[in-house]
């Protein structure tokens, strides 16, 4: 499975952006989808995750209400979707699909795929 981010980009404080991550071939329902973040020198944290059956979510504490990640199985593409956005969560992003359930998601080493990460930055 090959994964593309994009949807990226600057945008103020409390603004939105809608990340997308299309993959490549044709098991990707197969797959629960996650994103995740990094920012310089800071570790990789869990963002958000949604399961490949019935489409059950999971988030971070610190984007609950504000972000929405969602899955369009006929186009093998994730999205999350970012509304007010805050300076702090200024990261590139990444899409990571895994072969184990919702209930492993928070965990960056359960991925089996990534893609090449999209940079999101946040002004205040």
């Known amino acids: 499975v090959q994964l593309q981010a994009s949807g990226g980009g600057l945008v103020q404080a409390g603004g939105s952006l809608r990340l997308s991550c299309a993959a490549s071939g044709r098991t990707f329902s197969r797959y629960t989808m996650g994103w995740f973040r990094q920012a310089p020198g800071e570790e990789r944290e869990f963002v958000a995750a949604?399961?490949?059956?019935?489409?059950?979510?999971s988030y971070a504490d610190s984007v609950k209400g504000r972000f929405t990640i969602s899955r369009d199985n006929a186009k093998n593409t994730v999205y999350l979707q970012l509304n007010s956005l805050k300076p702090e969560d200024t990261s590139v992003y990444y899409c990571?699909?895994?072969?184990?359930?919702?209930?492993?998601?928070?965990?960056?080493?359960?991925?089996?795929?990534w893609g090449q990460g999209t940079q999101v930055t946040v002004s205040s």
């Open positions: 990571a699909a895994s072969i184990y359930g919702l209930e492993y998601a928070l965990q960056s080493r359960m991925y089996n795929y």
């Open positions: 949604i399961s490949r059956g019935d489409g059950s979510t």
